[in-house]
């Protein structure tokens, strides 16, 4: 008793050695009076540049998962690296968390209309929203009123679940930003859209374990596709990759579908299928993309609330403190 009192404190602490809890509620209207127009041109920036790169959406909703999970929302990561220090886009996981151009854009069109009022990591949220609608997904009204930082930490993005992890590291990783195994499930249905590139799998596709050459959980037939699109020579390009899923441009429930059939492309997908807990609600969602739909929403507004700052500054420069 005493001891499991004792584990229970150390996990309070170690969440909030991780994140200090909001200090306070967002607000749907927070810029109804100071700024109406900033939803619009924000969405009118990201549609246009969605149509010129269809990578766009993809790199935008999980840069709002990155930056939520690092100190919280509060776009430390666009901040560049200065002499004195490197940022957290220029730490390890950085391969394919980039456009931070279309935040820079919107956020130069935002300055014109009314400065210093919308805050980056605002406009990081609203992007991800409108990335998630525009590829089919669900739409839900974005809160706001989040200030943003001003540390960017290299070492910090190892605090990023890797895909490697296992169910039970995920669910802890979740847990300690507040969010419980639904939500988890849930938000991992971000891999509805978007690629990954060879090293984030490769691992599962040969000398996997002592006893398996390829990862036991994933389909034969598939992991010889994927061999395929990562071939193990010194001038692969630096590219290669797969889809994570079949529609990866379309935001839907085929990513659960194919959790069902051993078509999940990171350990950290298949896993999912491997508790009896997260399986339950895979397979809700590979049957009602409804479901999948809604509650994706109601999660993606608990992300957007993990460690805001309701204090501090509005950067009028995405990449510099002010
Ligand atoms: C559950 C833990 C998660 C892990 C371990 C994870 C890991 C990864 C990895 C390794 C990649 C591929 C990187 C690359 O090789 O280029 C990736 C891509 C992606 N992730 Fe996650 N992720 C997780 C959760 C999420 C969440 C919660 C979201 C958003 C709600 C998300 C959205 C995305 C998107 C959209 C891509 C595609 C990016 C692109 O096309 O450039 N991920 N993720
Ligand atoms: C649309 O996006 C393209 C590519 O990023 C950019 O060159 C162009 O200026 C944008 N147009 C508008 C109206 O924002
Ligand atoms: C991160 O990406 C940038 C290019 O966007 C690159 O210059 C840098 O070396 C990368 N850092 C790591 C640790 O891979
Ligand atoms: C997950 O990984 C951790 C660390 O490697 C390990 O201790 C644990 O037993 C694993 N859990 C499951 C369910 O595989
Ligand atoms: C597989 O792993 C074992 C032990 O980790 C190593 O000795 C062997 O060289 C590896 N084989 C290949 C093909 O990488």
């Given at each position: 008793m005493a001891f499991s009192k004792a584990l229970i404190l150390a996990l309070i602490f170690v969440v909030f050695a991780i994140v200090k809890p909001s200090e306070g509620a967002l607000n749907a209207h927070y810029y109804d009076q100071s700024c109406p127009a900033a939803e619009k041109i924000i969405l009118d920036t990201v549609r246009n540049a969605s149509l010129y790169d269809p990578k766009v959406p993809a790199r935008l909703l999980r840069m709002f998962f990155h930056d939520c999970f690092i100190r919280g929302c509060d776009a430390s990561i666009l901040l560049d690296s200065v002499v004195s220090n490197q940022a957290e886009k220029d730490g390890p996981p950085n391969i394919s968390v980039r456009s931070f151009y279309v935040i820079e854009e919107a956020k130069k069109k935002l300055e014109k209309a009314c400065p210093r009022t919308v805050s980056c990591a605002d406009v990081i949220a609203i992007a991800a929203r409108d990335v998630v609608t525009l590829s089919g997904g669900p739409y839900w009204s974005v809160l706001k009123g989040r200030k943003d930082g001003t540390v960017s930490l290299?070492?910090?993005?190892?605090?990023l679940p890797p895909p490697t992890f296992n169910v039970s590291q995920l669910i802890q990783s979740f847990a300690a930003r507040g969010l419980s195994v639904k939500d988890m499930v849930t938000l991992s249905g971000g891999h509805t859209i978007g690629f990954s590139h060879c090293s984030s799998f490769e691992p599962r596709l040969q000398n996997f374990s002592k006893f398996h050459d390829i990862d036991p959980s994933m389909n034969y037939e598939f992991a010889q596709t994927l061999k395929k699109k990562c071939?193990?020579?010194?001038?692969?390009?630096?590219?290669?990759g797969t889809f994570l899923d079949s529609t990866a441009s379309v935001f839907d429930n085929v990513y659960y579908k194919q959790i069902l059939s051993g078509k999940g492309v990171f350990v950290s997908d298949q896993t999912l299928l491997g508790d009896s807990r997260t399986k339950k609600i895979v397979e809700k969602y590979a049957q009602d993309q409804k479901a999948f739909f809604r509650e994706f929403a109601a999660a993606m507004v608990k992300l957007g609330n993990?460690?805001?700052?309701?204090?501090?500054q509005v950067r009028v420069h995405p990449r510099f403190i002010n």
């Open positions: 290299a070492s910090e993005s190892t605090n071939p193990r020579s010194t001038n692969r390009d630096k590219n290669a993990i460690g805001v700052k309701k204090t501090g």
